[in-house]
């Protein structure tokens, strides 16, 4: 199965754009990237996921590298609710989900 | 009302106890996974299920037994409780194909003393 690495934790200001990075240079051909988040004090939720193309929906923007090796969620304008650790997964093909540590976003006011 | 509910939220209990954890949806789903997370972790895969005759073991199964009582019904048991068993378990449900997303539960604070 292949493995993603994310930074720890970033920090943003409120209504300012954010970056979430995630390297996957193990990624296969037929492997989803999926993203989701877990509020404090919640089960996690899905936010988006992708195969090649940038997408895009009403939570956040997915940015897939050409190559694949690397993908970044992107929140166009951080709000206090989207202080969270943000999780990027490659669910194989068994479709056990295997989260790691992920990113501890800090947004402040 | 919630698509996945779990039963109960907040257990305390002792060592060497049996304790079973509830998980409910209403979302139509076959697959439905138990995890557990520790502070400051990442989830933990216990068991998952892709159907009702379909049990099968996750990461960390030791000290854990699951029952798929219904499609919408997966419940999780601790034989007997030990301490290190004390995490936030979590419930989810997912449809068939690998793009479906996962949906969690609320989750279950357990803590075994």
């Known amino acids: 199965d292949a493995k993603t690495t994310q930074p720890n934790s970033m920090e943003s200001n409120e209504e300012e754009p954010v970056h979430l990075p995630c390297n996957h240079s193990?990624?296969?051909?037929?492997?989803?990237i999926h993203w989701y988040r877990q509020l404090p004090s919640q089960g996690p939720e899905y936010v988006i996921h992708?195969?090649?193309s940038n997408v895009n929906n009403r939570m956040a923007s997915l940015a897939i590298a050409e190559d694949r090796k690397s993908s970044t969620l992107i929140l166009h304008r951080a709000t206090l609710r989207d202080a969270a650790v943000y999780y990027c997964?490659?669910?194989?093909?068994?479709?056990?989900?295997?989260f790691g540590t992920g990113t501890r976003l800090q947004v402040f006011p | 009302d919630a698509d996945v509910t779990q039963t109960p939220r907040n257990r305390i209990t002792k060592t060497g106890k049996r304790i079973m954890l509830e998980c409910s949806q209403t979302?139509?789903?076959?697959?439905m996974y138990w995890y557990r997370q520790d502070p400051g972790l990442g989830l933990r895969l216990i068991y998952y299920?892709?159907?009702?005759?379909?049990?099968n073991k996750g990461e960390i199964s030791d000290g854990y037994s699951v029952s798929r009582q219904a499609q919408a019904k997966f419940s999780l048991s601790l034989e007997s409780a030990i301490p290190n068993q004390t995490a936030l378990y979590f419930c989810?449900?997912?449809?068939?194909?690998?793009?479906?997303?996962?949906?969690f539960g609320p989750g279950t604070r357990l803590t075994v003393l």
């Open positions: 997964i490659l669910p194989p093909i068994t479709d056990k989900l295997i």
């Open positions: 193990t990624i296969s051909g037929t492997d989803y």
């Open positions: 992708g195969l090649t």
């Open positions: 979302k139509g789903h076959d697959r």
């Open positions: 299920s892709f159907d009702v005759k379909d049990i």
């Open positions: 989810a449900t997912k449809g068939t194909g690998r793009l479906g997303e996962q949906f």
